[in-house]
């Protein structure tokens, strides 16, 4: 089964701006969908965006006009490029990824990395 291991998380102000990339390997059929969802303590997992194989992104209300998500598919990647960040950012965003078509890629998940934002 692929494994998502994501990367560039960190503490930044608020109104700074954060990269996170995700690699997938050990794929054997194509990850057409994949993602990022964040928890925060207290409170579900919420997706935050995805984009399918042809580039169809879907985001959160939360974070469009902010956050912008992309991939690459001959390496295997997703970024979410995340500007001005709030302090209700701060989590953990999780990867995400399924051979489906879908706009809440899920069979397939990262161990996770954290975000701080400091007012």
């Known amino acids: 089964q692929p494994h998502l291991v994501e990367s560039g998380g960190g503490l930044v102000q608020a109104g700074g701006s954060l990269r996170l990339s995700c690699t997938a390997s050990g794929t054997i059929f194509p990850l057409n969908s994949m993602g990022w969802y964040r928890q925060t303590p207290g409170k579900q997992r919420e997706l935050v965006a995805s984009i399918t194989r042809l580039y169809n992104t879907h985001l959160a209300d939360s974070v469009k006009g902010r956050f912008i998500i992309s991939r690459d598919n001959d390496k295997n990647t997703v970024s979410l490029q995340m500007n001005s960040l709030k302090p209700a950012d701060t989590g953990v965003y999780y990867c995400?990824?399924?051979?489906?078509?879908?706009?809440?890629?899920?069979?397939?998940w990262g161990q996770g990395i954290q975000v701080t934002v400091s007012s």
């Open positions: 995400a990824s399924e051979e489906g078509i879908t706009t809440t890629p899920s069979d397939y």
